[in-house]
């Protein structure tokens, strides 16, 4: 397969998008947290991958790190209006969907689940963010985020605990601060409200990957 794109075999090339689109799509959704951007990133992606194929080492397995690692410099480089884009998001309507309430209700609690996966990565460093998507999310091991990234598996291990460790405080945090104001709530308003209790609150769903074990 290396081989055949480095020497430019159209067939090669789309049998590699076929494979991997939809993990360079995920990654760039997570890292930027807009679906129209996760769909440029993509593209931007295998055109980079296209145009730059001669640099492909010969020798090497899984072409995914190659891939992600280009994904994630581009996501990066999209990522620049990321806190006015959060904002947007947490109140971004699903695109309409004619009589499917069902698929449409799906849309928007996907919105509100992607707003807070940002809202609880957005307290960590860039590097933390980009090694914890390619871990734990896109189920890179060690070795091949070192690959994706350029840099040592040593420091790809690093950069993981310390994202843990850090998403970790930061959900407990969320949680008191939820905690506290529900009880604000609960003294000013007393009476039961509907729907408490429904859903997962932003620091219980952005703990989710501390629960994932990491390849």
């Known amino acids: 397969m290396r081989a055949r794109i480095r020497a430019g075999d ?18 760039a959704l997570r890292l930027t947290g807009d679906w129209s ?14 145009s730059h194929r001669a640099r492909l080492e010969p020798e ?15 996501a990066y480089n999209a990522n620049r209006g990321l806190r006015r884009r959060l ?14 309430a069902e698929e449409t209700a799906g849309r928007l609690d996907d919105a509100r689940r992607l707003a807070a996966v940002h809202a609880a990565l957005s307290g960590l460093r860039r590097e933390e963010r980009e090694v914890l998507a390619l871990c734990v999310w896109s189920g890179l091991d ?3 985020a070192a690959e994706a990234l350029g840099v040592p598996v040593g420091t790809v291990r690093s950069r993981l605990s310390r994202a843990r460790t850090r998403l970790g405080r930061l959900s ?16 000013e308003r007393p ?25």
Do not use: C
Request: glycine share 6%; net charge neutral; hydrophobic share 35%.
């Open 172 to 187: 407990e945090k969320r949680q008191k601060h939820q905690r506290r104001q529900q009880h604000q709530e609960h003294r």
């Open 10 to 27: 159209r067939q090669a090339f789309a049998d590699l998008y076929e494979e991997h689109a939809r993990l360079v799509y995920n990654h």
């Open 191 to 215: 009476e039961p409200r509907k729907g408490r209790g429904e859903g997962r609150s932003e620091a219980a769903f952005a703990a989710l990957p501390l629960r994932e074990e990491n390849p």
């Open 37 to 50: 951007t996760a769909e440029e990133v993509m593209s931007e992606t295998f055109l980079a991958a296209w």
């Open 60 to 74: 090497g397995g899984s072409l995914a790190p190659w891939l992600l690692g280009i994904a994630t410099h581009k």
């Open 87 to 100: 904002a947007f998001l947490a109140h971004r309507p699903p695109p309409p969907v004619p009589d499917f």
């Open 142 to 144: 060690y070795a091949q």
